[in-house]
T-cell receptor
Framework: KAGVTQTPRYLIKTRGQQVTLSCSPI?????VSWYQQTPGQGLQFLFE???????NKGNFPGRFSGRQFSNSRSEMNVSTLELGDSALYLC??????????FGPGTRLTVL | QKEVEQDPGPLSVPEGAIVSLNCTYS??????FMWYRQYSRKGPELLMY????GNKEDGRFTAQVDKSSKYISLFIRDSQPSDSATYLC???????????FGSGTQLTVLP
């Protein structure tokens, strides 16, 4: 089975812009979770979607949003980018939200 | 205080050594415990997934959970240079899907 794919792999944006990241889960997996990884804060949970519904949300501002499509693919959006949003954004795929398998991540740099 | 504490290392061992990696946690609601391995510039790779207290073995890896002490461990036998990576512990509550991660331990296995 193909693993989790994330696009793009690298992204450079400037403050104030918005960005959309994409995640394609493992075939048959219906749960997609997003995490932010930074050197200072480590891995932090953003949100989880299951069958197009957001089931859980982490402690991030409303500038961070996401959605899931009927084919389980997911996107996350960050509006009004700040320097502190520079991070590795990881998508995790799961059949049901239990065992979670991560993609390679999208490295976002905000200048 | 963080919910999950993990010694960041770095930890350096000779090839063939037994490696012990540990995490402690404060929230007794955590019921599921995982270990991930993350190579530089890659996404985390799920190594072990456990629920109950006790040991679980998979090849050279053994995961140990002691819920009474709120302590989990990962043992790597016959360590190889290819095991050099950052090891992350993760855990979640029974009903929630979000993972809470430790800060990661950087391991180097010297040839």
């Amino acid at each position: 089975k193909a693993g989790v794919t994330q696009t793009p792999r690298y992204l450079i944006k400037t403050r104030g812009q918005q960005v959309t990241l994409s995640c394609s889960p493992i075939s048959g997996h219906r749960s997609v979770s997003w995490y932010q990884q930074t050197p200072g804060q480590g891995l932090q949970f953003l949100f989880e979607y299951f069958s197009e519904t957001q089931r859980n949300k982490g402690n991030f501002p409303g500038r961070f949003s996401g959605r899931q499509f009927s084919n389980s693919r997911s996107e996350m959006n960050v509006s009004t980018l700040e320097l502190g949003d520079s991070a590795l954004y990881l998508c995790a795929s799961s059949p049901d939200g239990n065992e979670q398998f991560f993609g390679p991540g999208t490295r976002l740099t905000v200048l | 205080q963080k919910e999950v504490e993990q010694d960041p290392g770095p930890l350096s061992v000779p090839e063939g050594a037994i490696v012990s990696l540990n995490c402690t946690y404060s929230n007794s609601a955590f019921q599921y415990f995982m270990w991930y391995r993350q190579y530089s510039r890659k996404g985390p790779e799920l190594l072990m997934y456990t629920y109950s207290s006790g040991n679980k073995e998979d090849g050279r890896f053994t995961a140990q959970v002691d819920k009474s002490s709120k302590y989990i461990s990962l043992f790597i036998r016959d360590s190889q240079p290819s095991d050099s990576a950052t090891y992350l512990c993760a855990m979640r509550r029974g009903s929630a899907r979000q993972l809470t991660f430790g800060s990661g331990t950087q391991l180097t296995v010297l040839p």
